[in-house]
């Protein structure tokens, strides 16, 4: 089972990649190629994500925060434990 970190994390990278890909096929649709085609799509869909994914994108950044949080006081835990042997 994903938790809460992994499935943040899974569900704006999924989301990123289907604006980015949306995003291509609109701008092939209007009549764009080649390489400014990526270039235009990485743009448009970034800004896009910017705006619609932001409650997405503050939970991840808060559930990382949380599990780093978690894993520096393990590791604070782990090095006094030592320093006490």
């Avoid at 970190?5 to 701008?27: D, E, P």
Wanted: aromatic share 10%; charged share 20%; glycine share 6%.
């Amino acid at each position: 089972m994903l938790d809460g970190v992994m499935r943040a994390t899974l569900s704006y990278t999924l989301l990123r990649l289907l604006l980015f890909f949306a995003a291509i096929l609109v701008l092939y649709w209007v009549g764009v190629g080649g390489i400014m085609l990526v270039f235009l799509a990485a743009v448009i869909s970034a800004l896009i994500s910017y705006v619609v994914l932001s409650r997405l994108r503050d939970s991840m950044s808060t559930s990382l925060t949380a599990r780093m949080s978690r894993f520096r006081q393990r590791l604070d835990e782990g090095t006094r434990s030592e320093d006490v042997d």
